[in-house]
């Protein structure tokens, strides 16, 4: 029998927020081992926070693995920290290192909070993981490394290289992808010093070669992934490399870049200039989304936590954005930020709303290990969780029960309108009601506090909003209910209506199906009658006619014939 040299095992372990999700993080420790340390044999196990610990678990067990390595963010450290007596049972001999942002800049109290964790990597881990690893098979001393810490030496200095760092897309990444959102980083570090932020910490912005950058591009766009999400901190700090990555998925796009592939960007959106956006204008519908961080358009707050933004230079730009109507804009606020009341933050909730982002999203402060904001806490009066995600409870700006309001708020805000579900009643509603945009959604929040929405249909939620928006002052019922199925008829390729929004018309309804022009072979479609307009409303749900940006199908309407 021919005898074959086997390399030792590193595992290499993450428990993923969701399944669709692919964090770069164990492939990027892979490479570090192909790279750095390539008589070992990196092996990747994924798992998710909603699947029983033990599963990956055995995983790792399974590869009889020299080294075990496991990636630690806000989303899994429960998770981690319930995995390791499990590790240590089975495999008492093992080195466990851990390391991510949710160790990195705190190891002497999880090495005091943890006995199983032997090791943990401060910084970015390619190499000093892959130097450890090879340390610890070979018997000799860790100490030195950079970026190591040990029990003896807890807090070593983050290592943060100047250079190019190893790629992680090996054919087991592409293996495992498996048509999940893909993640793709061209540039590391911040020029920004954000107080709530770990980006700033990460060293000066390293920028790959744009030819390897563009090769990766390719790569995940012909992957199967959907989506590709690039994970530059400040996508466009680098205005002109921006363009030029935006120009190449543009010039390809359809060609060497599969139709119907979504590339994701973070950028400052008061950064953009008229070329950014000339460029931007021209991509294909749907190819590009930007997610743009406004936080707060409070000044001091912005001053106080370094956040340096021209606000009316950034909704000028997102304005721009929005017109061209090919990209779809996801804009963010925090709440509970210092200085920022709840009567301000409503301030600055309705003029990001007033900008007509298709997705604002409402977030709420977290202090995160490492973070300026949270060595400030008890100067800012901030009491917060001591557990993963370190969320904000109150500040002194900020009271406890106005935050827990605000979670209410939130809720209305996905369901209402990110949801993209209710954009026409929204519409109504605003103009008909004496009320502000935030108000709204707070009074929805407020009207359903009683109310599990998580555990509501789509139906049952309709008809809960349904009828507290009839109670609003300045609402018409019958023409609310017009134009909510004029929303449901939109967003719902069913072409169902709930019951609530149903009137028993079936000679109407019939008549007005034989008004209408036939709809194409195989295709669905929804029809209604809008009594208070007179008019007939239908929707045909042909896939090449949804919007590539909202989602939802075009409506149609003829007048209403009557005796």
């Not at 519908?285 to 358009?297: A, N, V």
């Not at 827990?404 to 209402?416: F, G, K, M, N, Y």
């Not at 049952?460 to 209910?481: K, M, S």
């Not at 149903?502 to 072979?521: E, R, S, V």
């Amino acid at each position: 029998m021919e005898l074959t040299n086997v390399k030792p095992v590193v595992a290499i372990g993450i428990f993923e927020s969701k399944y669709i999700h692919s964090s770069l993080a164990p492939w990027c420790l892979a490479a570090g081992i192909r790279t750095f340390a390539p008589q070992l044999q990196p092996a990747v196990c994924e798992s998710t926070v909603n699947r029983p610990v033990q599963e990956l678990a055995q995983a790792l067990i399974a590869r009889q693995p020299a080294v075990i390595g496991l990636c630690c963010y806000i989303w899994n450290m429960p998770q981690v920290e319930a995995l390791l007596p499990f590790l240590k049972a089975a495999l008492p001999q093992i080195p466990i290192v851990l390391g991510g942002p949710e160790v990195s800049w705190c190891a002497p109290q999880v090495f005091e909070r943890l006995s199983d964790a032997d090791y943990i990597i401060s910084g970015e881990g390619e190499e000093p993981f892959a130097h450890l690893c090879a340390a610890l098979l070979e018997g000799t001393s860790p100490d030195g490394i950079p970026g190591v810490c040990t029990r003896q030496r807890p807090d070593a200095p983050s290592h943060l290289p100047c250079g190019e760092w190893p790629s992680p897309y090996s054919d087991a990444y592409f293996t495992a992808l498996r048509g999940r959102i893909a993640y793709l980083e061209t540039s590391r570090g911040c020029p920004f010093r954000c107080a709530f932020c770990l980006s700033g910490r990460c060293g000066g912005v390293r920028f790959l070669p744009m030819e390897r950058a563009k090769a990766e591009l390719l790569a995940l766009a012909n992957s199967g992934a959907q989506t590709v999400k690039l994970v530059d901190r400040t996508f466009n700090c680098d205005r002109r490399r921006a363009d030029e990555v935006w120009k190449f998925i543009i010039n390809e796009y359809g060609k060497a870049i599969p139709a119907g592939v979504r590339f994701h960007f973070d950028i400052g959106g008061d950064l953009l200039d008229e070329e950014n956006l000339a460029v931007l204008a021209a991509a294909p519908k749907g190819s590009i989304q930007l997610e743009i961080g406004l936080q707060s358009f409070h000044a001091p707050t912005l001053d106080t936590i370094c956040r340096k933004t021209d606000t009316e230079k950034l909704c000028r730009n997102i304005r721009a954005l929005l017109a061209a109507g090919n990209l779809h804009i996801h804009i963010d606020l925090i709440a509970g930020l210092p200085l920022e009341t709840p009567e301000l933050f409503a301030r600055s909730f309705d003029t990001a709303y007033a900008l007509g982002a298709h997705q604002l999203q409402l977030g709420f402060l977290k202090l995160l290990h490492g973070a300026a904001l949270r060595e400030r806490a008890e100067e800012d009066g901030c009491s917060y969780s001591p557990a993963p995600p370190y969320e904000v409870y109150e500040t002194r700006w900020f009271p406890a029960a106005a935050l827990r309001r605000l979670h209410r708020t939130e809720d209305a805000v996905e369901r209402l309108y990110n949801s993209g579900r209710f954009a026409l009643t929204l519409e109504y509603l605003l103009r008909s009601a004496p009320l502000s945009p935030f108000a709204l959604f707070e009074g929805v929040g407020d009207a359903l506090q009683n109310t599990d929405t998580q555990s509501l249909s789509l139906d049952e939620y309709t008809a809960a909003v349904y009828a507290y928006f009839c109670t609003l002052p300045g609402v018409d019922a019958a023409a609310l209910r017009d134009v909510m199925t004029c929303d449901r008829l939109a967003s719902n390729r069913t072409g169902r209506l709930p019951v609530c929004l149903q009137i028993q018309d079936a000679a109407g309804l019939k008549a007005a199906a034989k008004a209408l022009p036939p709809a194409a072979a195989g295709v669905r479609r929804g029809l209604a009658i809008l009594y208070t307009q007179k008019r007939i409303v239908w929707a045909d749900y042909a896939d090449a006619a949804q919007d590539a940006i909202t989602g939802r199908w075009p409506l149609q309407f003829l007048p209403l014939l009557t005796d």
